[in-house]
């Protein structure tokens, strides 16, 4: 047994059912990506359109594919037609070219809504008052090719363990707020993707259903 499928089964052995493993396989090969599907992992996250375009047509149709880095407006048209979930989007611009695309082909695509947590200026996402301006405004509603399943966020790169659980217990509390105020009897509305190789440990404890790994399973990222 490889080590990639070493540490899936060793995850997946830790992880409540309830929550989801995405393995960020950006930067690694399709021989990884290969190695970890067929240990049974079917989820891959990656975070440039090009990379997954390279990679999909490579290997199995039936992986589930994360957009999880930031995502450009003119990328949108072309990973609408296959991508599983895309979980950056973070801003209300960019899901409306989401849904322009998706509504094109008649395919209503999953997205999360990424929420900014952490204390630092590189990270990306909507504030709770950006959100709130949306959802008065039904804005949300609008969106019929884009189905709003939660949310996402990145907490701050640090050692301090508990910043990161003060910022991962915002981030549930955001998605409950939204969820009692705007997303009301949405079943799909269920998702808080948060935690990575570093901290999922703590994610999961806070309320994650999502944990993003990459480092753990696949060794640290190569340079692009």
Known sequence: ???ISEYIIKIKSQIPESVKLVAVSKTKPVSDIMEAYNSGQRCFGENRVHEILIKKDSLPADIEWHLI???QSNKVKAIVPFIGMIESVDSFRLMSVINSEALKINRVVDCLIQIYIADEETKSG???TELTGI???HAFDELKSIRICGVMGMATFTSDSLEVRKEFAYLADCFRTLKDTYFK???HFREISMGMSGDYEIAIEEGS?????????FGERNKY
């Open 1 to 3: 047994m490889s080590r």
């Open 69 to 71: 880095g930031h995502l």
């Open 126 to 128: 909507f504030s709770m």
């Open 135 to 137: 959802g008065e405004e």
């Open 185 to 187: 009897g949405n079943p």
């Open 209 to 217: 259903t999502m944990i993003r790994v990459g480092s753990m399973i």
